[in-house]
């Protein structure tokens, strides 16, 4: 074979075998970066929290009663000392057939004694008139010494005592009128009927002036004291309630800035925390885990021109403030996993993963806090799966935005 031909089949087979071996080589790992990089960094909590009054009015019935219908509704405005709802007496109860039997035989047995009072106060009137004339015919016989003194003196009392008697027997008689007039009431509106125009009424005012944020009773009918009716709130004191995972309330303090989001208006909310409470409770959650929480209250310090439509238990998302720094060496939280007894992340070098060790500081939300390790711009790994490792080939794509 010529040496032209032989060089010739020696190249295609070189060629061959060098393609082969670049076929069997691994790909590169295609991960997508970013850098680190030096900013405005913010450490904060974040949870779901629901507007309250902090000072709700409870209007409830002082006694029991008959309630008046009610005409206010809930987002009418009232004024302080403004009449709320009215309550009458109680209507009597209904009699049944035997008991209204014996009320009627009542009513004719005080007809009967009011009639035998009346008789009696004639006859003792006519005594006492009786009694009266004759002192009155023994004064001048007396001034004449033609009847004894003892005479005279018998007279007047025998018409002292019959003006007695005479007022005696006229009490009787309006104490049968009253019983008589109490039976026949009795009678007249046992059947629960009531009489609007005659019956004393009770006027329940309002202890401050505001919104009617709720309304328990509306229709007319009978109340017993301490039934709530009618619920007022002052809204431009309404605040936000968060009950925060107790890991997380004890980092909160007083006075800490709250950014209140996501509750329908295109602007934040600017809040402060006011009162983080000392006692929690047990709650648990949509996936059945027990969690401890704790009430923390947030102060709304934005003008109330700027939530008008906001009310009592509307959904709010609280942001809670806990540090911030202006020039923060930072990268994505998701770019950092556990190494040994520290913190690693992957940055991209001349192709290649390589593995580096961090220190982490801060940590909030998508972005931590590098206190050592690294530099600003280098790029690191963000979400390096299972096939990246110390030294592997990558094909990386960088995230500016991330």
């Known amino acids: 074979m010529p040496m032209?031909?032989?060089?010739?089949?020696?190249?295609?087979?070189?060629?061959?075998?060098?393609?082969?071996?670049?076929?069997?080589?691994?790909?590169?790992?295609?991960?997508?970066?970013?850098?680190?990089?030096?900013?405005?960094?913010?450490?904060?909590?974040?949870?779901?929290?629901?507007?309250?009054?902090?000072?709700?009015?409870?209007?409830?019935?002082?006694?029991?009663?008959?309630?008046?219908?009610?005409?206010?509704?809930?987002?009418?405005?009232?004024?302080?000392?403004?009449?709320?709802?009215?309550?009458?007496?109680?209507?009597?109860?209904?009699?049944?057939?035997?008991?209204?039997?014996?009320?009627?035989?009542?009513e004719a047995a005080a007809r009967a004694q009011l009639a035998v009072a009346e008789a009696s106060l004639a006859a003792r009137q006519t005594e006492s008139d009786l009694a009266n004339l004759e002192y009155e015919r023994s004064e001048p016989l007396h001034q004449r010494q033609l009847i004894p003194a003892e005479e005279r003196d018998r007279r007047l009392a025998r018409r002292e005592s019959a003006a007695a008697a005479t007022r005696s027997a006229r009490s009787a008689v309006e104490v049968a009128r009253f019983e008589l007039e109490a039976i026949h009431a009795l009678i007249e509106i046992a059947a629960g009927k009531r009489a609007p125009d005659e019956q004393p009424v009770l006027a329940v005012r309002a202890p401050v002036g505001g919104i009617i944020t709720r309304r328990q009773r509306c229709c007319e009918g009978p109340i017993q004291a301490g039934e709530p009716v009618i619920e007022i709130g002052v809204l431009e004191r309404l605040e936000v309630k968060v009950d925060l995972l107790s890991v997380d309330a004890v980092r909160v303090r007083p006075g800490m800035r709250v950014d209140l989001e996501r509750w329908g208006g295109t602007e934040p909310l600017r809040g402060r925390v006011r009162l983080v409470e000392p006692a929690g409770f047990e709650k648990i959650s949509a996936l059945g885990v027990e969690e401890r929480r704790v009430p923390v209250w947030v102060e709304i310090l934005s003008p109330r021109e700027q939530w008008p439509t906001l009310g009592e238990g509307y959904r709010v998302e609280a942001r809670f403030v806990l540090w911030e720094g202006e020039d923060i060496l930072q990268v994505p939280t998701s770019a950092l996993f556990r190494h040994r007894d520290g913190w690693a992340t992957y940055i991209a070098e001349a192709g290649q993963a390589r593995l580096r060790a961090v220190e982490v500081g801060r940590q909030s939300g998508l972005w931590s806090q590098i206190s050592a390790g690294l530099a600003p711009d280098e790029l690191v790994l963000v979400r390096p799966g299972d096939r990246v490792g110390d030294g592997v080939k990558i094909a990386a794509e960088v995230e500016q935005d991330h």
């Open 4 to 106: 032209a031909k032989r060089l010739i089949a020696a190249l295609l087979v070189l060629t061959l075998l060098g393609l082969l071996v670049l076929a069997l080589l691994p790909a590169p790992v295609a991960v997508s970066v970013t850098p680190a990089r030096r900013g405005p960094f913010v450490e904060w909590i974040e949870d779901e929290g629901r507007t309250e009054l902090r000072e709700p009015y409870a209007v409830t019935a002082p006694i029991d009663g008959y309630l008046r219908r009610v005409a206010l509704a809930p987002g009418d405005s009232v004024a302080l000392d403004q009449v709320l709802f009215e309550l009458e007496p109680l209507p009597a109860a209904g009699l049944d057939p035997r008991t209204r039997a014996q009320a009627l035989g009542w």
